[in-house]
């Protein structure tokens, strides 16, 4: 029986990796921008932050539509229940 041909190909060499940051660096880059004034997170906890003192009129939509949407499904439960 001949034999198999095993012979493997030559291995490339192997090139250096560049320096990656971590992945916890980089989160933690993220979320420090992300709640940095003009983020997303930072403004909607001001706008949480505000409700109370602007009353219904002063609240942010998303709030409303938030409380509205709970709400709404409260009284679900309650008339199912």
Known sequence: M???NNTT???APEQPRPK??????????WWATTWSK???PHQRWEDLRRAPKG???GM???IKA????AGI???ILLLEG
């Open 60 to 62: 942010a939509h998303w």
């Open 9 to 11: 190909a030559p291995k």
């Open 20 to 29: 990656r940051t971590s992945r916890f660096t980089a989160v933690r880059t």
């Open 55 to 57: 009353g219904w009129h």
């Open 2 to 4: 001949p034999a198999l």
């Open 38 to 40: 003009g983020g997303v």
């Open 66 to 69: 938030v409380l509205g949407l």
């Open 73 to 75: 499904c409260l009284a």
